[in-house]
């Protein structure tokens, strides 16, 4: 497993950021006119067909299908969509779901027993200060309901477990990551649409599909062709294929887009506290990224000086 991104996958690691930055001004339109856990029926609905009537089911054991659709789909989006669907605000979403990477790292130490090198837990802690400042100024910039702030943070921990799952599609071996995306998007229709069902009840979905609008579909396919298919086959790719503490935080990054956008888009306003919180943000990644090798030469030099 490869321990440093190349250009190329840097360049797509990049890419699905800006993806899922947008994602949440995205989502915010769709839920304005559905209930949120149609929404996330018809995202992967349209995520498996027809695209699984072109590619072949990688060799992967059924319960990581299982598991993958109902952490990484399932559970995280019903999550997150409900909590933007009561209020939270698109662009305040994307910051506290970043919340992963704590979920993830923290996930890997326990269960896969990885290590923490002092780079990255000093990125962390800039990350952390980061969030902190962007919490800060939105108390005084926008309205945060408590039961979306908790709905996304729990969305965030369902991502952390997927990431895992990732790790374990990972190991059987090299694999068509968009095929995977394809066939694990099955699992989660049936369980959403039951969901919905139960929470909205059957004439509010009934209506809602009847009136469906251009909007609302246009929403949906950009959800699912783009953030789903494109967004998630190039981060299983990444995750499949370096360590979960290079690729997890690079996610730190879509706060970035999601603020701006939800700003240009919803005017959801932006402080100079916010931006100072995206600064250390981006800096908690270079230095989770990028800071092994410095971190590396320091301790040796310690170590010899000693």
């Not at 605000?89 to 996930?107: K, W």
């Not at 896969?112 to 108390?139: H, K, T, Y």
């Not at 004439?203 to 009847?210: D, G, I, K, S």
């Not at 730190?252 to 700003?263: A, M």
Request: contains cysteine.
């Amino acid at each position: 497993m490869n321990a440093q991104l190349t250009p190329r996958d840097l360049s797509l690691a990049l890419l699905v950021i800006l993806v899922w930055g947008l994602n949440f001004a995205v989502i915010k339109v769709g839920v304005a006119d559905m209930p949120p856990l149609l929404l996330g029926a018809l995202r992967y609905l349209l995520a498996a067909f027809p695209a699984l009537l072109f590619v072949k089911p990688p060799k992967v054991p059924l319960r990581l299908y299982l598991l993958y659709g109902m952490t990484m789909a399932v559970a995280q989006f019903a999550l997150l969509f409900t909590a933007i669907h009561i209020g939270m605000p698109s662009g305040l979403a994307s910051l506290v779901l970043q919340s992963q990477s704590f979920f993830t790292l923290l996930l890997a130490v326990v269960v896969l027993r990885e290590q923490w090198q002092g780079n990255q837990v000093a990125g962390l802690a800039l990350a952390g200060v980061g969030v902190g400042l962007v919490l800060i100024g939105s108390a005084h910039g926008a309205s945060m309901p408590l039961a979306g702030f908790a709905l996304t943070v729990a969305a965030a921990a369902m991502w952390g477990c997927g990431n895992l799952v990732t790790r374990a599609v990972g190991r059987h071996g090299p694999m068509n990551q968009f095929a995977f995306i394809v066939w694990s998007s099955v699992v989660a229709p049936l369980p959403f649409v039951a969901l919905s069902l139960l929470l909205d009840g059957p004439a509010a979905v009934w209506a809602a599909v009847q009136h469906l609008s251009l909007k609302s579909m246009a929403a949906v396919a950009y959800i699912a062709w783009i953030s789903t298919l494109l967004g998630f086959g190039l981060w299983t790719y990444l995750m499949s294929r370096y360590p979960v503490n290079r690729v997890a935080p690079f996610t730190l990054l879509v706060p970035v887009v999601g603020l701006t956008t939800g700003w240009v888009a919803f005017g959801e306003q932006l402080l100079p506290v916010h931006f100072a919180g995206a600064g250390l943000l981006m800096a908690g990644l270079v230095v989770n990224v990028f800071g092994g090798p410095l971190w590396s030469a320091v301790m040796s030099r310690l170590r010899a000086a000693r």
